[in-house]
């Protein structure tokens, strides 16, 4: 099989594609963005699909960020189960104009993704849905306690903000396709934010009554935590932890 890259332009857009022993990459184009789709398929099968995630130097989403983003997303939804992965980009463009002309910067920007790739490079799985949350899970959490103040950390539990878990719900995800996604929850009580700026993180906890966050979050800000606090932390299973809606939480009241 194959590997393709695509360096997304709002216009236009460069695709490459490694030989067919995924060693080298061995064609590179540049295409009509509303093309893309109809190039994979012409190329298929494919092992994996990689995309560059653009976003500036201060990780702040741009209109090319958002586009970029939901491209990917619903490129991974139509050529599931092939995987979709985002790979960071900033620093490709540069490259390419370094090595050629103006009209063939995006077909080797898409070459520079796909030589990282075969480097070693990692990116990060883009699926087009948040996970499903069991009712034992959202039932089990309003047992817990009328919350008002709830922050959701990274991974865990992604997709119970659709539910009305507190009377404010503040995010911090880092995936920029997860983060899309949850923007997109029709939720006034929820307030998102992009990557883990741990400084703003245990300025909120000393406001909240329910932290949700996985293992190494809860190490991360665990000896900052006040009394009374709740933490729901997901994780593998432990000798404290039980598995719910085939998730393994643990509940930690601060004390």
């Known amino acids: 099989m194959k590997k393709a890259a695509i360096d997304f332009g709002l216009k236009r857009t460069g695709i ?11 064609r590179v184009q540049t295409v009509e963005t509303s093309n893309i789709s109809d190039i994979l398929r012409e190329n298929l099968p494919l092992s994996e699909i990689l995309m560059g995630f653009p976003i500036n130097l201060k990780m702040k989403f ?31 463009t540069t490259m390419a104009y370094s090595l050629g002309k103006k009209e063939n910067v995006d077909g080797i920007s898409a070459s520079i993704l796909l030589n990282e790739r075969l480097n070693g490079a990692k990116g990060r799985r883009v699926f087009w849905s948040l996970p499903r949350i ?16 709830v922050i959701m950390i990274g991974s865990a539990l992604r997709g ?13 995800e880092e995936d920029p ?14 307030y998102l934010n992009f990557g883990m700026n741990w400084d703003i993180i245990l300025q909120r906890i000393n406001e909240v009554d329910l932290v949700i966050c996985g293992l190494e979050e809860f190490e991360e800000i665990c000896r ?10 997901e ?6 932890a039980f598995s719910i809606g085939e998730r393994w939480l643990t509940v930690k009241k601060i004390i």
């Open 224 to 233: 900052y935590l006040p009394k009374d606090l709740v933490v729901i932390v």
């Open 160 to 172: 119970l903000e659709r539910y009305d878990i507190g009377d404010t719900i503040e995010i911090f």
């Open 62 to 92: 741009t209109r090319s960020t958002y586009s970029a983003i939901d491209k990917a997303i619903e490129i991974a939804e139509i050529f599931a189960p092939i995987p979709l992965y985002l790979m960071d980009e900033r620093f490709t």
């Open 177 to 190: 396709a997860f983060f899309r996604l949850r923007e997109k929850v029709q939720n006034k009580k929820c």
């Open 16 to 26: 490459a594609f490694t030989d067919l022993a995924e060693k080298i990459v061995a």
């Open 134 to 149: 069991s009712e034992k899970i959202i039932s089990f959490v309003l047992s817990l306690n009328a919350f008002k103040n």
């Open 235 to 240: 994780g593998e299973g432990t000798d404290e």
